[in-house]
């Protein structure tokens, strides 16, 4: 029993040294990045936006309407089942929130592209000597115009959908969508020969490109008007190679 007192004092010793080494340098704990933590905030939308008055973007032009508006009433007047009004801006003392309309139809297709594109590329990944798939595949633009949209604007727009297309490449796509102006009636105040003549223009300034090697733009499927007329919707993708009318043209 003598013997066993020398080994209860080293080790009482050890457990004082330990407590005292303890003290003098903390165990240091790195902290959290915020970002390891921050989850992505959801959209505010509709009935959630707290604001009383916000600046609006127009649809058409891209440009904020200059007359601020309440929520409530921009939702009294857009269609529920096919928008949502998301605030895009905050805001703060000096300038009123920002919100746009958000076309549901056109975000479900573009989150379903989002995630067609991950599962091909996770399937690429995991084929190892998978092909690539296309440059521009999943790349979806809209492209909302009026019936009574001027010539300039309209012209200006296609200029845009034609860069994006081209500039995206093979499998690109760009989504039209025609619809009434509010104020302007039905249709818009368009009849059925000026409607056709907007949707031929279209598509001709969209397809009708000079021959090239390596893609050409064509329409995806037919022409689909909805709710009598008043709205049209079609859209145009890029495919490989020179299109049917290449050589035609180089005639």
């Known amino acids: 029993m003598a013997a066993l007192a020398p080994l209860r004092l080293s080790a009482a010793l050890g457990r004082r040294s330990l407590l005292a080494s303890s003290s003098r340098q903390p165990l240091a704990v790195r902290p959290l990045h915020a970002s390891a933590v921050r989850l992505a905030a959801p959209p505010i939308r509709d009935h959630a936006i707290r604001a009383r008055l916000v600046r609006l973007v127009d649809p058409d032009t891209g440009s904020l309407h200059e007359q601020p508006q309440s ?3 921009i ?4 269609d529920p089942t096919r928008y949502w009004l998301q605030q895009v801006s905050a805001g703060d003392d000096e ?23 991950k599962k091909l590329a996770a399937a690429g990944g995991a084929a190892g000597d998978a092909a690539p798939t296309a440059k521009g595949a999943g790349a979806i633009k809209e492209l909302v115009l009026t019936w009574s949209a001027t010539p300039h604007d309209v012209q200006h727009r296609l200029q845009q959908a034609r860069q994006h297309l081209h500039r995206k ?8 969508k025609i619809i009434s102006k509010t104020g302007k009636g039905v249709r818009g105040g368009s009849t059925a020969a000026s409607r ?8 001709a300034f969209l397809c009708d ?7 050409h733009v064509r329409r995806k499927g037919e022409v689909e008007m909805l709710r009598n007329e008043s709205q049209a919707t079609v859209s145009f993708e890029t495919a490989k190679g020179r299109g049917p009318g290449a050589a035609a043209t180089e005639e």
């Open 71 to 73: 929520p409530a009433s």
């Open 75 to 78: 939702l009294r007047s857009i």
């Open 95 to 117: 300038t009123l929130p920002i919100c746009r309309l958000v076309d549901k139809k056109a975000e479900f297709d573009k989150e379903k592209a989002r995630r067609a594109e």
């Open 169 to 176: 490449g093979i499998g690109a796509r760009v989504d039209v």
């Open 196 to 203: 056709a003549e907007l949707l031929a223009h279209i598509a």
């Open 209 to 215: 490109e000079p021959p090239s090697e390596t893609l």
